[in-house]
T-cell receptor
Framework: TQLLEQSPQFLSIQEGENLTVYCNSS?????LQWYRQEPGEGPVLLVT?????EVKKLKRLTFQFGDARKDSSLHITAAQPGDTGLYLC????????????FGTGTRLQVFP | DTGVSQNPRHKITKRGQNVTFRCDPI?????LYWYRQTLGQGPEFLTY????????KSRLLSDRFSAERPKGSFSTLEIQRTEQGDSAMYLC??????????????FGQGTRLTVV
């Protein structure tokens, strides 16, 4: 059972276009993290969102955590070829043990 | 200390051989995670330590897999009698966890295992 579903799975766009990646779940998370991963490397943390409704901006990237803390989105403005990579959302569920649960991933390709 | 370090970066082994990977977490981090990732997929949770205690193991982790963190610092992941289906990227992450702390996990560069 995949707890976190990302959409779209693949995205291929031209430089300068805008895009949004969605991360959805039926479960509530205490926090949610977004990572970017390049081939052959480990995921690199981009941002952590904690509060329902929270919006964080990182240059051309805007991250939002849903009010109910079940979903999140990543919006990229004026995409550049350097944005190419695998974008992963990961949720932290509080319980007896804490572990990050990863989404299915969105592979983004930005063409010059 | 510049981050999570994993060794080796790449490992090619023959089916049936045993392999061991090492992870050195960020020094002040008490939590250490192992994940497995196949091409184009998100990482799948394998197991997780808080200090030296192994708190959770995924059902994905068969009896051929074992992980240790003997002194609460570095960790090893051993795969016995490797199979071709074990070929994947093995990722280690560490975090500082505890009550009221929102855990941010930082990943190593991974160990790419190829079983031939």
């Amino acid at each position: 059972t995949q707890l976190l579903e990302q959409s779209p799975q693949f995205l291929s766009i031209q430089e300068g276009e805008n895009l949004t990646v969605y991360c959805n779940s039926s479960s509530v998370f205490s926090s949610l993290q977004w990572y970017r991963q390049e081939p052959g490397e480990g995921p690199v943390l981009l941002v952590t969102v904690v509060t329902g409704g929270e919006v964080k901006k990182l240059k051309r990237l805007t991250f939002q955590f849903g009010d109910a803390r079940k979903d999140s989105s990543l919006h990229i403005t004026a995409a550049q070829p350097g944005d190419t990579g695998l974008y992963l959302c990961a949720g932290l569920r509080r319980g007896n043990t804490d572990k990050l649960i990863f989404g299915t991933g969105t592979r983004l390709q930005v063409f010059p | 200390d510049t981050g999570v370090s994993q060794n080796p970066r790449h490992k090619i082994t023959k089916r049936g051989q045993n392999v061991t990977f090492r992870c050195d977490p960020i020094s002040e981090h008490n939590r250490l995670y192992w994940y497995r990732q196949t091409l184009g997929q998100g990482p799948e949770f394998l197991t997780y330590f808080q200090n030296e205690a192994q708190l959770e193991k995924s059902r994905l982790l068969s009896d051929r897999f074992s992980a240790e963190r003997p002194k609460g610092s570095f960790s090893t992941l051993e795969i016995q009698r490797t199979e071709q289906g074990d070929s994947a990227m093995y990722l280690c992450a560490s975090s500082l966890g505890g009550q009221g702390i929102h855990t941010e996990a930082f990943f190593g560069q991974g160990t790419r295992l190829t079983v031939v």
